[in-house]
């Protein structure tokens, strides 16, 4: 099953930032405990007395509860977070759910999300945004299309009907430049993240989720080609683990403490992709219209877009200039100042 809805999840998310009312309230990272002690809720052992106090810390994901999330259920039923004196309040995304809106309105003082959106927050409308790691190396969106008529690099796209989401047009338009490929030669028409036209023949390719998608074309009986756009000139970093600078300030350490319970649930999750996603078909996954199948395929396909030599949530220099480029390029004022690796460095 793909993701219906994915195309009204970043139009919501750009409309929302849009508006300068979201940036009316300032967002401070707090601790939701019910206690008056400044977010500290105690636990108590069996013998009656306290036990060592945790900070509450609520988390907004970037969708509803897939694989795309995994390390961080792990980390919650192991005890990760527990171990670094972390209450984690863990809250699903969905097609309504604007992760930056939530920074802002104090929902959640920590949130999953795209670089692009973030940072064209950040310029456009003085968003107090800071990146502090990213869950994906590579985004996973790219072009998608079936093994009886691929398209294996961008030149193979002129001539053809490409299928591309509203919130993705930018990125597209990149990477055909960058490449080479005159615009006018390739058909572009709107996608709502549903692959039947591509599957009918109605369409040649479509950006979309190539960690996902391509199990519900097999599951029709399809076979699968398809390339990342970050391979092809627009290496963006996704599920971008971002704060405000508020929340930076006065919460330092409780972040960090987070990085390294969540880093060691996705260090858990690969060690073998396959363990994790049936443990969780009852209780994170239950409800979603999805198979436990679909969440195995896409855990074991987004490992070498989230695994890295430093460490899951790592950002090299290198990979942040990638990304700063990538974003002027579409017109997007990044700069170096937006990301922050300082924190990553103490774990």
């Given at each position: 099953m793909n993701?219906?809805?994915?195309?009204?999840?970043?139009?919501?998310?750009?409309?929302?930032?849009?508006?300068?009312?979201?940036?009316?309230?300032?967002?401070?990272?707090?601790?939701?405990?019910?206690?008056?002690?400044?977010?500290?809720?105690?636990?108590?052992?069996?013998?009656?007395?306290?036990?060592?106090?945790?900070?509450?810390?609520?988390?907004?994901?970037?969708?509803?509860?897939?694989?795309?999330?995994?390390?961080?259920?792990?980390?919650?039923?192991?005890?990760?977070?527990?171990?670094?004196?972390?209450?984690?309040?863990?809250?699903?995304?969905?097609?309504?759910?604007?992760?930056?809106?939530?920074?802002?309105?104090?929902?959640?003082?920590?949130?999953?999300?795209?670089?692009?959106?973030?940072?064209?927050?950040?310029t456009s409308e003085g968003a107090p945004f800071v990146i502090v790691g990213t869950q994906f190396q590579k985004s996973p969106i790219g072009v998608v299309s079936l093994a009886k008529k691929p398209i294996h690099e961008p030149k193979d796209l002129i001539g053809k009907t490409l299928a591309v989401p509203a919130a993705n047009t930018l990125g597209v338009n990149a990477m055909l430049k960058l490449n080479g490929v005159d615009k006018s030669k390739v058909k572009i028409v709107p996608y709502e993240f549903d692959p039947t036209p591509l599957i009918k023949g109605d369409i040649d390719a479509s950006i979309d989720f190539t960690d996902d998608v391509p199990f519900t074309i097999e599951q029709k009986g399809e076979k699968v080609v398809s390339f990342l756009l970050y391979d092809y000139g627009y290496p963006l970093f996704n599920d971008t683990v971002t704060v405000t600078k508020d929340a930076l300030k006065s919460n330092r350490d409780l972040i960090v403490k987070w990085l390294r319970a969540s880093r060691k649930g996705w260090n858990e999750n690969y060690k073998d992709t396959t363990v994790y996603p049936p443990k969780f078909a009852n209780t994170y996954f239950k409800g979603t219209g999805r198979t436990i199948a679909n969440e195995l395929f896409f855990n074991n396909a987004a490992k070498p877009l989230i695994d890295a030599p430093a460490g899951v949530f790592s950002m090299s220099e290198e990979a942040i200039q990638a990304n700063i480029k990538a974003l002027v390029d579409t017109g997007i004022k990044a700069t170096r100042a937006m990301f922050d690796t300082t924190l990553l460095a103490e774990i």
């Open positions: 993701r219906p809805g994915m195309s009204r999840r970043e139009m919501l998310r750009n409309m929302a930032l849009g508006g300068a009312a979201l940036l009316g309230a300032p967002a401070l990272l707090e601790a939701c405990g019910s206690s008056s002690s400044g977010g500290s809720s105690a636990t108590t052992s069996k013998s009656g007395g306290a036990s060592t106090a945790k900070q509450s810390l609520s988390m907004q994901s970037a969708w509803v509860n897939d694989a795309e999330f995994i390390g961080y259920f792990i980390a919650i039923t192991n005890g990760y977070y527990d171990a670094e004196g972390i209450k984690l309040n863990f809250l699903p995304g969905g097609p309504d759910v604007v992760p930056e809106s939530s920074l802002l309105s104090k929902k959640a003082p920590l949130a999953l999300t795209s670089p692009d959106t973030t940072i064209k927050a950040i």
